[in-house]
């Protein structure tokens, strides 16, 4: 028997739903990587401050791009999670 469309739309959209939430927890290791750089050379004696304004600028993009997956792609993420139980009674012709 063939797999069903609700069966491999489900399937993929866990699939994202992981893929998405572990790029947020690799954006926020990052993030936390060049804060913890940063606070490293500032409590060194001898600071390289062109090195912690880098760190600064990735922390700063790492929230830019937190951002834009927690207010824009996680709405439609969340639409797509919300919406599959529809799948399965269309599929037998039912519209819901």
């Not at 797999?3 to 947020?24: C, G, H």
């Not at 929230?63 to 999670?81: K, P, Q, R, W, Y």
């Amino acid at each position: 028997m063939a797999v069903s469309a609700s069966e491999r739309l489900t399937a993929k959209t866990r699939t994202m739903t992981d893929s998405i939430y572990a790029a947020l927890d690799a954006i926020d290791a990052y993030a936390a990587t060049a804060a913890e750089i940063a606070a490293e050379q500032e409590a060194s004696g001898t600071p390289n401050t062109a090195l912690v304004k880098r760190m600064g600028q990735f922390v700063q993009r790492a929230g830019s791009m937190t951002t834009a997956i927690e207010d824009d792609v996680l709405d439609h993420l969340n639409f797509c999670n919300d919406r599959l139980f529809s799948i399965e009674p269309t599929e037998r012709g039912e519209f819901i």
